[in-house]
Antibody, heavy 120, light 107 residues
Framework: EVQLVESGGGLVQPGGSLRLSCAASGFTFSDHFMDWVRQAPGKGLEWVGRNRNKLNSYTTEYAASVKGRFTISRDDSKNSLYLQMNSLKTEDTAVYYC???????????WGQGTLVTVSS | DIQMTQSPSSVSASVGDRVTITCRASQGISSWLAWYQQKPGKAPNLLIYAASSLQSGVPSRFSGSGSGTDFTLTISSLQPEDFATYYCQQANSFPQTFGQGTKVEIK
């Protein structure tokens, strides 16, 4: 069974940093592209970014709203995905989901999410 | 960025009803479209990918159609567990974007 478990969320002040982790199990993590998707309270879904697999040189893509502030990385030896968030803004407040990608296009498996609150 | 517009924003329906949700892309996306279901406090769940392919484990009462700019999600006979919010997503190009959601409520 595919499992994705996010951790690291919490309350942080504007301008601060936070690192989210996603522990994967039940599938061959190293084979898959992995994404982060977020959802602000009471709002819709927003794609944050992608980390491709080793075969694709671990290349990344980011939404314009986070580019230059967020970094997605992975450690295949630990079956883990990370989201380093710097220079956080109040508008980054959201539940952040770790997502396994199907065929480079679709969000096939989701974690339960971790809440990040950016507030003074 | 490609804008995805869903209609209606909400729909009230009864168990057994046929429900149709539409999604329009601001430019052509071929068949690079998915549909997700989200229940309150839960993560979204992939229902349909490639516009009309049913994800494994999803009931056959869900179906998708369309290509280019206009797409449809149909629930043939609404069940109690189908009351939720539905999102479309384009996978044609980055950034991958979602519709604003359609809430299916109990009539």
């Amino acid at each position: 069974e595919v499992q994705l478990v996010e951790s690291g969320g919490g309350l942080v002040q504007p301008g601060g940093s936070l690192r989210l982790s996603c522990a994967a199990s039940g599938f061959t993590f190293s084979d898959h592209f992995m994404d982060w998707v977020r959802q602000a309270p009471g709002k819709g879904l927003e794609w944050v970014g992608r980390n491709r697999n080793k075969l694709n040189s671990y290349t990344t893509e980011y939404a314009a709203s986070v580019k230059g502030r967020f970094t997605i990385s992975r450690d295949d030896s630990k079956n883990s995905l990370y989201l380093q968030m710097n220079s956080l803004k109040t508008e980054d407040t959201a539940v952040y989901y770790c997502v396994r990608v199907r065929g480079a296009h679709y969000f096939e498996s989701w974690g339960q999410g971790t809440l990040v609150t950016v507030s003074s | 960025d490609i804008q995805m517009t869903q209609s209606p924003s909400s729909v009230s329906a009864s168990v057994g009803d046929r429900v149709t949700i539409t999604c329009r892309a601001s430019q052509g996306i071929s068949s690079w479209l998915a549909w997700y279901q989200q229940k309150p406090g839960k993560a979204p769940n992939l229902l349909i990918y490639a516009a009309s392919s049913l994800q494994s484990g999803v009931p056959s009462r869900f179906s998708g159609s369309g290509s280019g700019t206009d797409f449809t999600l149909t629930i043939s006979s609404l069940q109690p567990e189908d009351f939720a919010t539905y999102y479309c997503q384009q996978a044609n190009s980055f950034p991958q974007t979602f519709g604003q959601g359609t809430k299916v409520e109990i009539k």
